[in-house]
């Protein structure tokens, strides 16, 4: 079994910033990749950013010079820095990692955007 912690949502004004972490337990394989992604309401899901075991970074369009993802391998942990946040950015974000033959999801984390 694993378990997906996530930590860091919550309220933000415009233009500020919030971090995310996520930190994957149990039993664990090789995490090839873990990652973020986002659903606001009526929208599909989609990446925000992720980093493979080697540090390879992709980000979603409305991420690129805004959010940073990093890894920790050691800790099994993925953090996402979010800055100059935008109202559109409001959604559920989700950790997910992908072990090769399986992809996991947290529960997700609400993050609001709004004066």
């Known amino acids: 079994q694993v378990h997906l912690a996530e930590s860091g949502g919550g309220l933000v004004q415009p233009g500020g910033s919030l971090s995310l972490s996520c930190t994957a337990s149990g039993s664990l394989l090789r995490i090839f990749s873990m990652g973020w992604y986002r659903q606001a309401p009526g929208k599909q899901r989609e990446l925000v950013g992720s980093?493979?075991?080697?540090?390879?970074?992709k980000y979603g369009d409305f991420a690129t010079g805004r959010f940073t993802i990093a890894r920790d391998n050691a800790k099994n942990t993925v953090y996402l820095q979010m800055n100059t946040l935008k109202p559109e950015d409001t959604a559920v974000y989700y950790c997910?990692?992908?072990?090769?033959?399986?992809?996991?999801w947290g529960q997700g984390t609400q993050v609001t955007v709004s004066s």
């Open positions: 997910n990692i992908f072990m090769g033959i399986s992809s996991y």
């Open positions: 980093v493979t075991e080697g540090g390879i970074t």
